[in-house]
């Protein structure tokens, strides 16, 4: 599997160096510019324009890469702010580590909805396998993403400035039943560990997943039994 550099938009490039993945071809896109209206006006099945201009996306870009294997982005990281993004790199990080393709993104569940619905679709078709989200405070973002998507949805609780992290905790843990979460530590042990829970629902059939995985699991091992503590002064 490839890494793609990423990059988050523009919203996030300050505090976010990241890298982006391009999985649309160009023409696709312009083919799509050409062809919504058309296809917009005669679909039946979707209820907004947004919607129908996201599903013609979709059906030209399969088009145009039937019989080719473009590049899939494994993993969509998602993140509420882009002063999430000090905590939601280590999930990206991991994502390096075992040479997992990702987005990541600043998107937000309450400041640009729209956007948010646009790239879960968008990633969908892309090939993605999981999502990863992280957001602080009333963090909603996972129980939305997750409500929009099948794929398994990993949520990450950012450390908040006035409950330490315990408000996002509780907002991403407490789904109602129908739309699971699977929510990790506050922070960004729980950003790396969401990656790992991705990793070991992929080794299930993937079997260079899993050798990379048991790797990972030896060498931490043997870094805690080569650990020696302080001596007393
Ligand atoms: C949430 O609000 C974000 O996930 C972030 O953790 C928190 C604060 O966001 P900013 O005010 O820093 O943009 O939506």
Same mark, same amino acid.
Not at 24 to 42: D, L, Q, T
Not at 71 to 82: F, Q
Not at 102 to 108: F, K, N
Not at 118 to 134: H, L, N, P
């Given at each position: 599997m490839a890494i793609k550099k990423l990059s988050i938009k523009k919203a996030a490039a300050q505090k976010a160096p990241a890298e982006k993945v391009t999985a649309k071809p160009a023409a696709a896109k312009k083919a799509v510019a050409k062809e919504a209206p058309a296809r917009a006006a005669s679909s039946k099945t979707a209820s907004t324009v947004k919607e129908r201009v996201s599903a013609v996306t979709r059906q030209v870009a399969a088009r145009l890469t039937k019989g080719k294997s473009p590049a899939r982005t494994l993993v969509g990281i998602v993140m509420? #702010?882009? #002063?999430d993004w000090d905590v939601m790199k280590e999930a990206a990080q991991m994502c390096k580590e075992f040479g997992l393709s990702y987005e990541a993104r600043a998107l937000s569940a309450h400041r640009s909805p729209a956007e948010l619905e646009e790239w879960i679709k968008d990633m969908e078709t892309r090939g993605c396998q999981a999502f990863i989200a992280g957001a602080g405070g009333a963090a909603h973002l996972a129980g939305v993403v997750a409500a929009q998507t099948i794929l398994p949805t990993f949520g990450v609780p950012m450390p908040s400035k006035y409950m330490k992290g315990l408000d996002s905790l509780l907002a991403t843990v407490q789904m109602p039943k129908g739309i699971p979460v699977p929510t990790m530590a506050i922070g960004e042990a729980g950003a790396a560990n969401a990656t790992l829970a991705v990793v070991a629902v992929m080794a299930l059939t993937d079997p260079v997943l899993r050798e990379k995985l048991l790797e990972f699991r030896a060498k931490q091992s043997e870094k805690v039994r080569k650990a020696t503590l302080p001596k007393l002064k």
């Amino acid at each position: 599997m490839a890494i793609k550099k990423l990059s988050i938009k523009k919203a996030a490039a300050q505090k976010a160096p990241a890298e982006k993945v391009t999985a649309k071809p160009a023409a696709a896109k312009k083919a799509v510019a050409k062809e919504a209206p058309a296809r917009a006006a005669s679909s039946k099945t979707a209820s907004t324009v947004k919607e129908r201009v996201s599903a013609v996306t979709r059906q030209v870009a399969a088009r145009l890469t039937k019989g080719k294997s473009p590049a899939r982005t494994l993993v969509g990281i998602v993140m509420g #702010s882009t #002063s999430d993004w000090d905590v939601m790199k280590e999930a990206a990080q991991m994502c390096k580590e075992f040479g997992l393709s990702y987005e990541a993104r600043a998107l937000s569940a309450h400041r640009s909805p729209a956007e948010l619905e646009e790239w879960i679709k968008d990633m969908e078709t892309r090939g993605c396998q999981a999502f990863i989200a992280g957001a602080g405070g009333a963090a909603h973002l996972a129980g939305v993403v997750a409500a929009q998507t099948i794929l398994p949805t990993f949520g990450v609780p950012m450390p908040s400035k006035y409950m330490k992290g315990l408000d996002s905790l509780l907002a991403t843990v407490q789904m109602p039943k129908g739309i699971p979460v699977p929510t990790m530590a506050i922070g960004e042990a729980g950003a790396a560990n969401a990656t790992l829970a991705v990793v070991a629902v992929m080794a299930l059939t993937d079997p260079v997943l899993r050798e990379k995985l048991l790797e990972f699991r030896a060498k931490q091992s043997e870094k805690v039994r080569k650990a020696t503590l302080p001596k007393l002064k």
